[in-house]
């Protein structure tokens, strides 16, 4: 009898699909992927699949990104209850206001937002190019949205650029605390400190390095150190073990998104076979989200 894993394999193979999830994906999920990265690198892969069915392993503005980017392919999502608890933080209502009360100032909103916020944006950045994109604009300043930890982080490297914060934040690196960070530092004196710019300024302030999922791993696999402290999401753990074989990685345990988890087997096996869970978007979102989210990509 056929297990779960070459269930999928077969209905991939038949419906022509391919199977994106994020880092902080479950680890079966991971393994049975065609490409795991983070919100950036899933992105990228979206515009460059030949795949007529993409099945997306993580929350939903993940994969109205890949909608986006495909507006002719099927996009289907394991759990459509998988939304990130950020992305309901902003409305494109408040950005419509929050352009008229800033004019001169573009709209940079993290990747982590709705498709129909994203409608409203000048540009998208994901915590890879956030620094990036706001340096290379060419107005004196940005409204950055949702989230105020990500967007405080920029500020602080782009120092000519004028920022207004949105207070949106991921409940999941907002709850990393000092405490913890101390805890974990006392406990593993050897391990440098990864931050990802999620977290509150006074935990990046105890990190020797800051920077999004994929950075990370790239530092872990270069890195001559043989143990880190990982302040991001758990899910990241596996990743980085399978990359990166010997070393060891020490987590704040509490840190678990929920949402990220509701991609499973056996939801992967259930959309791959009824072809359920569509991600559904109106033309003229697609049509106005798409310049905002290609000049993302464009800055990769
Ligand atoms: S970890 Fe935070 S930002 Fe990522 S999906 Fe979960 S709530 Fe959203």
């Known amino acids: 009898m056929e297990s779960v894993g070459e269930r999928i394999v077969r209905l991939k193979r038949e419906r022509n699909a391919v199977i994106l999830a994020h880092n902080y994906c479950l680890p079966e999920v991971q393994d049975i992927a065609d490409y795991v990265g983070d919100s950036l690198g899933l992105s990228v892969r979206a515009t460059e699949t030949d795949a007529d069915v993409i099945v997306f392993c993580g929350v939903t503005f993940m994969a109205e990104t890949a909608k986006i980017l495909n507006p002719g392919k099927t996009v289907l999502i394991p759990d459509p209850a998988a939304v990130c608890a950020m992305a309901q933080m902003c409305s494109p209502e408040q950005i419509v206001s929050a352009k008229a009360a800033n004019p001169g100032k573009e709209v940079v909103g993290y990747v982590n937002s709705t498709a129909?916020?994203?409608?409203?944006?000048?540009?998208?950045?994901?915590?890879?190019?956030?620094?990036?994109?706001?340096?290379?604009?060419?107005?004196?300043?940005?409204?950055?949205?949702?989230?105020?930890?990500?967007?405080?982080?920029?500020?602080?490297?782009?120092?000519?650029?004028?920022?207004?914060?949105?207070?949106g934040f991921c409940p999941i690196h907002q709850s990393i605390s000092v405490q913890q960070?101390?805890?974990?530092?006392?406990?593993?004196p050897g391990a440098e400190v990864l931050a990802h710019p999620e977290c509150r300024a006074e935990v990046l302030a105890l990190a020797?390095?800051?920077?999004?999922?994929?950075?990370?791993?790239?530092?872990?696999?270069?890195?001559?150190?043989?143990?880190?402290?990982?302040?991001?999401?758990?899910?990241?753990?596996?990743?980085?073990?399978?990359?990166c074989p010997g070393k060891r990685f020490h987590f704040p345990e509490s840190a678990m998104c929920g949402a990220m988890k509701m991609a499973t087997?056996?939801?992967?096996?259930?959309?791959?076979?009824?072809?359920?869970?569509?991600?559904?978007?109106?033309?003229?979102?697609?049509?106005?989200?798409?310049?905002?989210?290609?000049?993302?990509?464009?800055?990769?």
């Open 265 to 300: 087997l056996e939801t992967v096996e259930s959309v791959l076979s009824d072809l359920g869970n569509r991600v559904e978007l109106p033309e003229e979102v697609v049509e106005r989200a798409r310049r905002p989210v290609e000049r993302m990509i464009r800055r990769s």
């Open 181 to 188: 960070v101390r805890e974990l530092k006392a406990a593993h």
């Open 208 to 243: 020797d390095v800051i920077g999004s999922t994929e950075k990370m791993l790239n530092h872990c696999r270069e890195s001559s150190l043989d143990e880190f402290i990982v302040l991001t999401e758990v899910g990241m753990r596996h990743r980085l073990e399978v990359n």
């Open 116 to 167: 129909s916020c994203k409608a409203e944006m000048d540009v998208c950045c994901t915590s890879s190019n956030a620094v990036d994109i706001v340096s290379s604009l060419k107005s004196e300043g940005a409204v950055f949205v949702p989230d105020r930890n990500l967007g405080s982080y920029v500020a602080s490297r782009c120092p000519g650029k004028d920022i207004v914060l949105w207070q």
